[in-house]
């Protein structure tokens, strides 16, 4: 131990020591106190019996002096008897308050833990931070490590702490980078695609379409189905890009959940003939109280709907999709059930991630972009809920939504 930490392990010392001293002797003084109001009260409250039991009337304190002494010799005289166990109360009394040593080491006992600390304390606010070879050999290291090869290697175990969590910081930031390069990427092929559709359309009615009907009816239905699907895309590229960045806010509304089931059900039945749709709310549930949320209605409408859209084109033509509600004390819900093609354990892990499709649903002719489901998540985490899904091949899947109440 140095010169200056053993000076300030004196002086911390000295410190608490005053400090324990300081409470001891208050709590000494307290007890004195106590002990000298408890035996004048005593005193008084004998004095006070003797009387009455001898049929006295008791002395006024404006009485003749010469009364009160007689009084009093009278008293003692028939206290004398009493006297040893005088005596021992105030032995004990004397011995309790010679307790203010051990009080004394005992509450510097107690104080010892904020010793160290406060030592711990002062030792690290007086010393250097770090050392400047070790801050040299930091930095190096990091310039050395970069976003693509998050690794920041100094050997010094002291610096090991801090390599951690620059390494972990690096890795966080790799994993940002590949995710925007994976968007970026995944959105210009989904782009790409109508686009080039559009462009052969466009060539054909500049080849043919001007003298043929057939061939000029067929591009302009075509370039309006495209140019529709692609408005679609970038517009779900944009409630995601505002999402990111903070700029989608909320409505906030009272909403009844199950209420908002039966109408998506009504408007899904009126859109879709090729499904039957089934809904497990009554006419009570719309009303209840239990599935009474706060939130976005437009949301959370969207949300419903991007679920089931994508039960409608993952399911054959005639099966059933059951859409219901639940709730409990903390939390209500809604759940859509389908018959369709049904996801593997793996690909169910990634239903919510961006422009992710299983080869199931790149088989599928009616695939969309792969945008629905994220958008659907990002809805339901903006609202504080939950989403969950459970799905087997061939047999179907089930999407489970909770918002808190």
């Excluded at 004398?80 to 010679?98: G, H, M, R, S, Y």
């Excluded at 309006?224 to 779900?236: A, C, F, G, N």
């Amino acid at each position: 131990m140095s010169s200056e930490t053993r000076g300030i392990a004196r002086d911390s010392g000295k410190r608490f020591s005053s400090i324990a001293r300081s409470i001891g002797w208050s709590y000494w003084w307290r007890r004195l106190l106590n002990w000298i109001f408890l035996d004048a009260f005593t005193l008084l409250a004998c004095y006070i019996c003797w009387h009455v039991a001898r049929g006295l009337p008791i002395p006024a304190p404006t009485s003749a002096t010469a009364e009160l002494s007689s009084n009093f010799a009278a008293f003692f005289s028939f206290a004398k008897p009493f006297l040893p166990v005088a005596i021992f109360i105030a032995l004990w009394e004397i011995i309790d308050l010679l307790g203010i040593f051990g009080d004394i080491r005992r509450v510097r006992r107690k104080l010892q833990p904020l010793n160290e600390l406060a030592l711990v304390a002062e030792s690290l606010g007086s010393a250097p931070l770090m050392d400047s070879d070790k801050i040299e050999t930091l930095e190096q290291a990091i310039s050395r490590a970069s976003v693509d090869s998050p690794n920041i290697t100094t050997g010094d175990q002291d610096l090991r702490s801090i390599e951690v969590a620059l390494n972990g910081l690096l890795r966080q930031m790799q994993e940002a980078k590949l995710q925007q390069m994976r968007f970026v990427s995944d959105a210009s092929h989904e782009l790409r695609t109508p686009i080039a559709v559009i462009q052969g359309y466009v060539n054909m009615l500049d080849r043919w379409g001007k003298t043929d009907e057939t061939v000029l009816d067929e591009s302009i239905e075509a370039l309006k189905l495209e140019s529709d699907h692609m408005q679609e895309l970038v517009e779900q590229l944009l409630f995601l890009a505002r999402g990111d960045s903070g700029r989608n806010t909320l409505q906030r509304t009272a909403i009844n959940l199950a209420e908002v089931v039966r109408e998506v059900w009504e408007e899904s039945c009126m859109i879709d003939a090729t499904h039957s749709y089934r809904c497990a709310v009554s006419d009570a549930d719309t009303v209840d109280m239990r599935f009474s949320i706060t939130g976005d209605l437009a949301l959370i409408k969207q949300s419903l709907r991007i679920i089931v859209q994508n039960a409608e084109k993952y399911s054959p033509d005639g099966t059933i999709i059951v859409l219901s509600a639940t709730a409990d004390a903390t939390r209500a819900g809604y759940t859509v059930q389908d018959e369709g093609i049904g996801m593997s354990k793996e690909d169910a892990a990634h239903a919510f991630e961006r422009f992710y499709r299983s080869d199931g649903a790149r088989n599928e002719t009616n695939a969309g972009s792969g945008l629905g489901l994220s958008i659907a998540k990002w809805i339901v985490d903006a609202h504080g809920g939950t989403i969950d899904v459970l799905s087997r091949e061939g047999i179907g899947t089930r999407f489970t939504v909770f918002f808190p109440h």
